[in-house]
């Protein structure tokens, strides 16, 4: 499965979280770090799902870039 991950970054972290897993976020100093992590958070979450007897929501967000005008 390939699921959209939003990545935000703050004044001293790398914010990440998956739209399609709610609770799914991880944080860390780095980019790559927090990528790293948000990763092993999906498969974790996953691996609560199935045992927990809980559906796994497929993928259905996707990522779309919007160019503007800055004024």
Known sequence: MRYAVIVEEGEN????HVPDLPGCVAVAETKQEVLELIQEAIEFHIEGLRED???????????EYVEVRAA
């Open 13 to 16: 972290s790398f914010g990440a």
């Open 53 to 63: 007897g809980q559906p796994i929501p497929e993928p259905s967000s996707s990522i």
